[in-house]
């Protein structure tokens, strides 16, 4: 099969990268000294299985003299903790807060090439009317597409939910066309969708011009968006699953009658905790990915634009982000929280207990930037089931809203028959009524 040849060499570049970090090679991509030979083979053979050729780089046609490449350099603040990281645009956020651990030019404008592709799978995933069972039949326009593929046919039907995952695990460019086409009527109608979405979340230096992310001058983010993108995302199961799929085997109507999906992502392979996302590579946008992962309640989401190696970039990225945040248990399930009074009740007040335990993360170990709300009614009437919801305790992060916990009652409080306790639901019941 003509997907054959590109599997292999994903293969091969993954292997070699895993035998290095196996034989303790690269013990610290954060401390080397020097580009480790076989790692830069690993990342070129990834990326001619991504380009299906050669590789090319427009910064790159014009040699000096004695032939070599002049590329720009990457300019490097002298503050910068990870100076050997390549990215020329790069950002580390925590999922939960949003906080930045660690940044480079996270808000020059760049070409987002294949990681277009994540802001299509969100849009596709909250698109009313459409489900993963969806017949789309491919067109001419995406069987026709250039760059990495599904190697789809026109006239051919899929399942929605196989052209998403063809969409993100082997970065189909035709498949990202069929979704375009099949929720919209048309790419550009589509790409229109996902730019709005894009500045609903947050993300607003950022412009889509198609679904899939080959060059178009006018199709831009930045780090910084890419990340805010990326975390919404994480909130939605369905994307969690997709992007963190490594292998998915996809029916055909004709022999051998299924297609086997790799992830193109090695760190999912390679990197302990690795759950996404998405790579990318063109001319004029350079190596790209976005990477993601979670570890003892912390999720972090890594974005690389233009970097020379951008595996590398990410894996010292990623590991700087968990150094400087933690996971900690605000909350354990029964603790006691809060106490509400019962009207009318055999006993005055009720003890509300969390639910369940609540793990959050701590960037930089700072806890004082959490705060807590408890939110309960002034009281409750009699009669109170052990494990009724009374109530929920908020947790804010600098303001705003990142988690609760819902309060339950630790106990059942039943109803008192006596003059003074109907008196005093009487009086719950009028105050409830006017508040």
């Known amino acids: 099969m003509r997907y054959g040849h590109r599997a292999l060499r994903r293969k091969i570049a993954v292997l070699c990268f895993a035998l290095l970090l196996l034989a303790d090679v690269v013990p610290s991509f954060a401390e080397r000294e020097t580009e480790d030979e ?5 990342e070129e053979e990834f990326f001619r299985a991504e380009s299906g050729g050669p590789l090319a780089d427009e910064r790159q046609k014009e040699p000096a003299k004695g032939g ?22 790069a950002v580390v956020m925590d999922a939960l807060t949003g906080e930045v651990l660690y940044q480079r030019g996270m808000n020059e404008r760049r070409y987002p090439a294949s ?3 994540i802001m299509t799978l969100i849009t596709a995933l909250e698109t009313k009317g459409i489900g993963f069972d969806d017949a789309v039949t491919v067109s001419s326009a995406a069987a026709d597409m250039e760059g990495s593929t599904m190697w ?3 006239g051919q039907r899929f399942r929605l939910e196989d052209l998403l995952y063809g969409m993100m695990l082997v970065s189909g460019n035709d498949a990202a066309v069929a979704v375009a086409e099949h929720i919209a009527g048309n790419v550009s109608d589509f790409a229109k969708r996902m730019t709005e979405k894009a500045r609903a979340i947050g993300a607003e230096h950022t412009q889509f011009t198609n679904s899939c992310g080959l060059h178009d001058p006018g199709h831009y983010t930045t780090a910084y968006d890419l990340a805010l993108i990326t975390v919404y995302g994480y909130k939605n199961s369905a994307f969690r699953q997709i992007v963190s799929t490594k292998e998915r085997r996809v029916p055909l109507m ?3 009658f299924f297609q086997n999906l790799e992830n193109e992502n090695m760190l999912l392979w390679i990197y302990q905790g690795a759950n996404g996302v998405k790579t990318g590579y063109t001319d004029a946008a350079g190596r790209c990915v976005v990477t993601a992962a979670e570890r003892d309640g912390v999720q972090l989401v890594s974005v690389v634009l233009d970097g020379v190696y951008m595996w590398n970039d990410s894996i010292a990225m990623l590991d700087y982000g968990f150094r400087n945040t933690e996971g900690r248990d605000f909350v354990k399930q029964g ?4 106490s509400v009074p019962v009207a009318g009740g055999e006993q005055a007040t009720v003890a509300l207990t969390a639910k369940e335990t609540l793990r959050l993360s701590v960037p930089h170990g700072d806890m004082s930037a959490y705060r807590r709300e408890i939110k309960a009614p002034r009281s409750v009437e009699a009669p109170v089931r052990r494990g009724d919801k009374l109530g929920e305790a908020v947790y804010y992060y600098r303001g705003k809203k990142v988690a609760s916990v819902a309060l339950t009652a630790d106990s059942a ?6 003059f003074f306790s109907n008196i005093s639901r009487l009086w719950h019941r009028i105050v409830t009524w006017f508040s």
């Open 38 to 42: 076989a790692a830069i083979h690993a």
């Open 152 to 154: 789809l046919e026109q």
């Open 413 to 418: 409080v039943g109803r008192e028959n006596s």
């Open 254 to 256: 004709k022999p051998p």
């Open 115 to 117: 990681t277009t592709k």
């Open 68 to 89: 070599e490449p002049e590329v720009p350099p990457v300019f490097i603040p002298p503050d910068d903790v990870l100076p050997k990281v390549t990215a020329r645009s």
């Open 335 to 338: 603790e006691r929280l809060a």
